[in-house]
């Protein structure tokens, strides 16, 4: 049960946070191009949220936050 319940949580935070549904692509090469490169974005936010010690939700709040500044 938890090792479904992780890969579920997997599956949420790709959706959310790296915008995988959103792909408007037609070809089978640039929707495989556009899911690699989201798992590879989710890969590099999950590293940073080890290293730091965070959550999923306060590393959210966070990157929202830094694009705020940013504008």
Excluded: D, P
Aim: with cysteine; net charge positive; proline share 0%.
């Amino acid at each position: 049960m938890k090792s479904r319940w992780k890969i579920e949580v997997y599956h949420r935070e790709l959706k959310q946070t790296c915008g995988l549904e959103r792909c408007q692509s037609r070809t089978g090469r640039a929707q495989r191009n556009h899911i690699f490169l989201a798992i590879s974005a989710w890969i590099q936010r999950f590293k940073r949220r080890l290293a730091g010690g965070f959550s999923f939700i306060s590393s959210s709040g966070m990157l929202l936050s830094m694009i705020s500044l940013e504008k």
